[in-house]
């Protein structure tokens, strides 16, 4: 493996709490900012994929592969790269993530578990191959992403 | 949705080519890239939990979810993010791929090929929960990773 990879990797490594049955990889403050940003995007490409299948020609796999990664997101813990104080820093550029992100857990709860739900049910809906269904929980999944963004992520 | 998310998307769907089967999104060149070092970096976060996992106490859980990320990721057809002339220009930072990608398409099918295998292998092996196999394993993806680095990644 060259450099930045491993640089990465190590440096994650290192960070992990270790000896905690719930160790979990934290990195370093741009680190976690720089994945969290990292996850969102690839997260924003399968959510374009998806609707240009369902406003385009339809293509089941594809759609299917899209709604796998954000169902895979989705369900891997990311609140782990949300360490208090990461409301200021830098990954690929400035977080936007508001400071009520650290005061409002009930709030932080709600949206994620929507978001969990929604794309769970995403990865379902896709693998019927129905593409008005699939339109349908594109919208309600597009809204539980607007649902984190409205209340916790500072605009451009 | 806001704004990054809304062009973001919007920009994405305009980019895939209406009307063929086969329609990807491929977006402006800087998306492309910018979606791709997103991808690898989301796997870099999935590889470094893995390996505080082998490393350090063992959370099933936390590998299964690494894993399923990878898996996503590497059967979500990437290639669609290389289009011609990708080998130049910048996503969050300078792209890195080599020119050679471009001319050495049985290389780029073998490590790809290689790459896909043992991310499904990964995820088959995380949902065991076996430690050990899980480590032989991350090895092995580690090794398919390094396969397409040494290729067709310049040196930083």
Not at 9 to 25: H, K, M, R
Not at 52 to 59: H, I, K, S, W
Not at 61 to 81: F, T
Not at 90 to 95: R, V, Y
Request: positive net charge.
């Amino acid at each position: 493996m060259k450099k930045t990879f491993k640089t990465l990797v190590a440096g994650a490594a290192l960070a992990a709490i270790a000896g905690s049955a719930a160790a979990q990889v934290v990195g370093k403050m741009e680190d976690q900012i720089r994945w969290r940003q990292s996850a969102y995007h690839t997260m924003a490409w399968s959510m374009a994929r998806i609707k240009a299948n369902v406003e385009g020609t339809y293509n089941k796999e594809q759609v299917i592969e899209a709604a796998n990664v954000i169902q895979a997101i989705a369900n891997s813990k990311m609140g782990a790269l949300y360490q208090p104080g990461s409301d200021k820093g830098k990954g690929w550029k400035e977080t936007r993530l508001k400071h009520e992100f650290f005061t409002d857990k009930e709030g932080v709860g709600k949206v994620a578990a929507a978001f969990g739900k929604e794309a769970n049910e995403m990865a379902k809906v896709a693998a019927t191959g129905d593409a008005a269904a699939v339109k349908a929980q594109f919208g309600k999944l597009g809204e539980a992403c607007k649902g984190c963004h409205d209340k916790f992520r500072q605009e451009d």
